[in-house]
């Protein structure tokens, strides 16, 4: 979770837990990287959110989000962002989703 004004990040790797459920995880809209409500300027450089959903089906809306109106106007950006699905359950619907 991103929470302050004109950051940084390189390099980010996340793996999102193994043994979560959808009503515990997915339903809940967590996700690898999350920008804050709020920021409006932040740039992450090389992302990549893993998955493995080992012990049941799980899905997440987004590995990365962000709030609309920051990545509308360019303040927030992501640039070589990935996503990969390790083994498991499949889980992760989309790279990105901006959020009100």
Not at 5 to 22: A, I, K, M, N, W
Not at 77 to 98: D, E, M, Q, Y
């Amino acid at each position: 979770m991103w929470a302050g004004e004109h950051g940084e990040t390189y390099f980010y790797q996340s793996e999102l837990p193994y043994d979560v459920d959808q009503e515990a995880f997915g339903d809940r809209g967590y996700t690898g990287y999350l920008v804050e409500k709020g920021v409006r300027h932040h740039q992450a450089l090389g992302l990549g959110v893993y998955s493995f959903f080992r012990d049941h089906p799980c899905n997440v809306t987004a590995a990365l989000k962000a709030p609309r109106e920051a990545t509308r106007d360019g303040g927030v950006r992501f640039v070589n962002a990935f996503t990969k699905h390790l083994n498991g359950h499949p889980g992760i619907s989309n790279i990105f989703h901006a959020f009100e």
